[in-house]
Nanobody
């Protein structure tokens, strides 16, 4: 059974930084498309960034471009989300997802929850002003 496990998150003041990690295990292919999404109560889950662990292809949402960086360790199918210059609007529960390679050929803004088969439990990020 595929497992997606996030770590990191927490509470910071505006302007601070946090780093999230996510590992996927028992995925059938050697490389996988992985993404970070975030959700606040009452709103749909929003794509933040995606990365293909095979060749490192990335997409980053315009709302976080220049502040968030997604990276990967292809050998272990682990990805990271370095979040700098955090704003109160970044407050959300952040979810890691894993799915088929083709997802990583689409802009993150076009991806929805149904595009990814495997999800982590989510980790809370709270940014105070």
């Amino acid at each position: 059974q595929v497992h997606v496990v996030e770590s990191g998150g927490g509470s910071v003041q505006a302007g601070g930084s946090l780093k999230l990690s996510c590992a996927v295990s028992k995925y059938t292919a050697s490389a996988v498309c992985m993404g970070w999404f975030r959700q606040v109560p009452g709103k749909e889950r929003e794509g933040v960034a995606s990365i293909y662990t095979g060749d490192g292809r990335i997409y980053v949402a315009d709302s976080v471009k220049g502040r968030f960086t997604i990276s990967r360790d292809g050998a272990t199918n682990t990805i990271y989300l370095q979040m700098n210059s955090l704003k109160p609007d970044d407050t959300a529960k952040y979810y890691c997802a894993a799915g088929q390679q083709i997802n990583c050929f689409r802009r993150i803004a076009t991806l929805t929850e149904s595009d990814f088969a495997y999800w982590g439990q989510g980790t809370q990020v709270t940014v105070s002003s």
